[in-house]
């Protein structure tokens, strides 16, 4: 057990909530759209079993797609191009949420306030690539500014960060540290999960990952936060849930009995286990993936059972940046007040 466990574990949900504006550098409504809107239909469905289930999640939201109209996009963008570089191709984004479902997503954000036990962190403003060629880190930090300034003003107090495409250094965190932030989702060790920009992304680094979602090649990836050096706590991922796709559904076995694996080892060590993924994966074939879902789910719950593993968002997991965390979390109402 690490110096920041807890009997039982952790078990640790965050989704990267974008919309389009994560696949907009090389997807188009035409090939994307179905997907981001029927990850519309998605989150109400995991928040309702979320809710029956007792779990809590972070959701790692763009703070342009809380905007509730286009005027107010390009108004914040301009704040962000104050102390950063341009954000680009916004000619094609609509007016507003009833025109534009596949970019405006505020009625959406609410509905996650409305739950008991959700946090919304920040996956920046624009959807900003740290380690992208032209992109420093005063622009990174600025756009990441611009998020919190805006959680701010839907009043909620933003603690946790998840890079967009898992980009950044040792210089982001100090950043995001400085800007009050105290939770981060990390990489899981195996090179193949190292940060890194998109031209670094090599086709033997995802055939890797691929291979690691059926057949362990980088270990249960469970993190003991508190024990690393970084600035902020690092709630290291440990698997992403990828969409179901009949193509491989045989496999779906393998990749279950792979997180399963990975969460008895948390629950036994009293370490972490983080599954992640993006709303919009679950936007076709919604029901096979809400089944997979239930199923980690009900081994979540032998892990409670069995072991005293608890449901936590990311700021709640003890780590260097925050008090040791308790069984009985507070409740989303008691996070906004304090």
Sequence with gaps: MGTAGLEGGSFVISLDFELMWGVRDHATREDYGRNVLGGREAIPAMLDLFNRRGIR?????????LCESKDELLA???????????????????????RDPHYFGASLARLILSCEGQEI??????????LEPGVTVESFAADVAAALAQLSEWKVRCRSIVFPRNQYGAAHLEACGALGLSHFRGNERAWFYAPASGREQTKGRRFCRLVDSYIDISGPNVSHPGTGS???ANVSASRFLRPFDRRV???DVLRLRR?????RAAAKSGGTFHLWWHPENFGVNLAENMAILTKILDDFGQMRDEHGMQSRAMH????????????NPPSHATMLAS
């Design 259 to 263: 997180i399963e694996e990975a969460m």
């Design 230 to 232: 970084e600035p902020l």
């Design 57 to 65: 999640a972070t959701w790692a939201t763009v703070g342009a797609l």
């Design 76 to 98: 914040r963008a301009k704040r962000v191009e104050a102390g950063a570089s341009q954000i680009a191709g916004l000619e094609a984004v609509g007016a507003d949420e009833g």
């Design 316 to 327: 709640e997991v003890a780590g260097p940046a925050s008090p040791r965390a308790t069984p």
């Design 121 to 130: 962190g920040t996956h920046t403003f624009s959807h900003r690539h740290a």
């Design 249 to 251: 559904a045989p496999l």
